[in-house]
């Protein structure tokens, strides 16, 4: 399954802006391409009477969806059991339409079964995908989606901090790949990405997982040689 999900990634997946490797000695930027939708999505209106159903989203309702959920679901600490131990993330209130999606993907079981997909030692790893086509349905019933960028909220691309990468369709404002992120691994930080990616949150407990992530050997594309799940994430606080 992996052969076929590497062939098909410069339509699904995400990819790099200029294809490099472990061996590189300078890592790419963190970039991501989603499907697109041509689906006609009503705007989303919350209605008391059909509380607890949800609409498909597109890049055109997104926004004011998560404008209301953001109000109504306030969590902002996730716990991640992966292959490798447990990360603890804390999400930044200030980054509020990007805590409330990972809040939103958290509650629908999003990440559960995807993969670590693109590991970088003394870079980051990114996950939020997967070969298996349970991702790809899953995608598919919440619907295809950006957010805007938001990075002037102060934040630094530090080590131990959770971004999200961009859409590399036709994207020249950097909107970002919702079902996606990456921590950065690197040791002192990989502030050149400052601006372009948005910084949602950072590693509170685990980053001792995250090393050993990172340190694992890799195919040329970045593809753990041994698939590195993420079994659950679930709310903590």
Known sequence: MRLALLICSCLLILNCEDK????????????????????KITTYEPDSKSKGSLPKLDTKNAMEFFLHYEEE???NKVRMTTDFGVIDILLFEETKFHRANFIFLTKQKYFNGTQFYRVIDNFMVQAGNSDDKKTARKRKRIGRYLLPKDTNRGFKHDRGVISMPSSEIDNPHKLASPYE?????????????????????????????????AAVDTD???????????????IIE
């Open 73 to 75: 679901h306030k969590e």
């Open 20 to 39: 490099q490797s472990k061996k590189n000695t300078k890592p790419q930027s963190p970039s991501a391409k989603t499907e697109q939708s041509n689906e």
């Open 181 to 213: 992120f990456f921590i950065v691994q690197q040791q002192g930080g990989a502030h050149y990405l400052d601006g372009d990616y948005t910084i949602f949150g950072k590693v509170i407990n685990g980053m001792d997982v995250v090393d050993k992530i």
């Open 220 to 234: 040329e594309a970045d593809w753990p040689l041994k698939n590195i799940y993420i079994k659950n994430v679930e």
